[in-house]
């Protein structure tokens, strides 16, 4: 069983910066990808990136890309999301999430950090 809790989220002004952290308990990740989702009021909940977690191989979609990286720190267990220039669109619930290597469900999912970005 797995738990993950993330952190760091906050109110920021467009343009600021966030790091935010997911800790994954219960195992060590190995051929797992961790992924990055965020949920906007009366939206659908959309996929930001992902990491696997032994290759270190990333993906993007395309809003965040050149914005937002993704990372992870093996020793610790644990997945960052440094988000930079922030804009009002990128404010939501972000949720990360875990799915074993080359199938398609996350299947452990954390309760989310909340990011608001406004002026």
């Known amino acids: 069983q797995l738990q993950l809790v993330e952190s760091g989220g906050g109110l920021v002004l467009p343009g600021d910066s966030l790091r935010l952290s997911c800790a994954v308990s219960g195992r060590p990740l190995s051929m797992d990808v961790l992924g990055w989702f965020r949920q906007a009021p009366g939206k659908a909940r959309e996929f930001v990136a992902a990491?696997?977690?032994?290759?270190?191989?990333?993906s993007y979609a395309d809003p965040v890309k050149g914005r937002f990286t993704i990372s992870r720190d093996k020793a610790k267990n644990t997945a960052f999301l440094q988000l930079n220039n922030l804009k009002v669109e990128d404010t939501g619930l972000y949720l990360c999430a875990r799915k074993r290597e080359k199938t398609s469900e996350y299947d452990y999912w954390g309760q989310g950090t909340q990011v608001t970005v406004a002026s």
């Open positions: 990491i696997h977690w032994t290759l270190g191989l990333t």
